[in-house]
């Protein structure tokens, strides 16, 4: 069973920058899409960033490209999410996740069988 654990999350003022970590364990199968999301409160879950797996190809939605940054280290199994210049607005519970086998729309969380804990990211201007 495949186990994603995340860490990172805090407290931080407009501007500033944060870095989220998901560690990866209990799966075989190496070619699989980590994602990750975000949920505000009153608002949908939405797709932020992903990668995939062994390849390192990543896309971000729109709207956050150009600020945030996915990345991994293979070595540790863990995938990260750089904030930087982070704005009230980015205020949310983010949480990564996996699918394998890959499929179609990575911005779909329903696609998601795997999940991660959640960490709070609180951004105060």
């Known amino acids: 069973q495949v186990q994603l654990v995340q860490s990172g999350g805090d407290s931080v003022q407009a501007g500033g920058s944060l870095r989220l970590s998901c560690a990866a364990s209990?799966?075989?199968?190496?070619?699989?899409?980590i994602a990750w999301f975000r949920q505000a409160i009153g608002k949908e879950r939405e797709g932020v960033a992903t990668?995939?797996?062994?390849?390192?190809?990543?896309y971000y939605v729109d709207s956050l490209k150009g600020r945030f940054t996915i990345s991994r280290d293979s070595a540790k199994n863990t995938v990260y999410l750089q904030m930087n210049s982070l704005k009230p607005e980015d205020t949310a519970m983010y949480y990564c996740?996996?699918?394998?086998?890959?499929?179609?729309?990575?911005?779909?969380?329903?696609?998601?069988?795997?999940w991660g804990q959640g960490t709070q990211v609180t951004v105060s201007s």
């Open positions: 990668i995939h797996t062994p390849t390192g190809t990543t």
């Open positions: 996740a996996a699918r394998t086998p890959d499929g179609a729309g990575w911005w779909y969380p329903n696609t998601y069988k795997y």
């Open positions: 209990g799966y075989t199968d190496s070619t699989i899409r």
